[in-house]
């Protein structure tokens, strides 16, 4: 079964930072690629940035290219979110997602 369980969320004063981790397991990770979304308060769900775990290409939402950087330790299957230059609007829930399942979300919440 396929586990995906984020954690390191939190409040943070605007220009601070952040660090995300998506513990995954129930599928080999290098495998496949994952990927980290967000949903703020009355907004759809959107893409933040994904990695290919196999051979490490990245991509990232406009929003946060230049802020936020997406990492992955496939020794110990767990994909990471480095946010640095907080914004108040990067507040929302965290998910990470692969193969089409979610984890809980954590929530980011930065205050101006």
Same mark, same amino acid.
């Given at each position: 079964? *396929?586990?995906? *369980?984020?954690? &390191?969320?939190?409040?943070?004063?605007?220009?601070?930072? +952040?660090? /995300?981790?998506?513990?995954?397991?129930?599928?080999?990770?290098?495998?496949?690629?994952? &990927?980290?979304?967000?949903?703020?308060?009355?907004?759809?769900?959107? &893409?933040?940035?994904?990695?290919?775990?196999?051979?490490?290409?990245?991509? #990232?939402?406009?929003?946060?290219?230049?802020?936020?950087?997406?990492?992955?330790?496939?020794?110990?299957?767990? /994909? #990471? +979110?480095?946010? @640095?230059?907080?914004?108040?609007?990067?507040?929302? *829930? #965290?998910?990470? @997602?692969? /193969?089409?399942?979610?984890?809980? &979300?954590?929530?980011?919440? *930065?205050?101006?």
């Amino acid at each position: 079964e *396929v586990q995906l *369980v984020e954690s &390191g969320g939190g409040l943070v004063q605007a220009g601070g930072s +952040l660090r /995300l981790s998506c513990a995954a397991s129930g599928f080999t990770f290098d495998d496949y690629g994952i &990927g980290w979304f967000r949903q703020a308060p009355g907004k759809e769900r959107e &893409g933040v940035s994904c990695i290919s775990s196999s051979d490490g290409r990245t991509y #990232y939402a406009d929003s946060v290219k230049g802020r936020f950087t997406i990492t992955s330790d496939n020794a110990k299957n767990t /994909l #990471y +979110l480095q946010m @640095n230059s907080l914004k108040p609007e990067d507040t929302a *829930v #965290y998910y990470c @997602n692969a /193969l089409s399942k979610w984890g809980q &979300g954590t929530q980011v919440t *930065v205050s101006s």
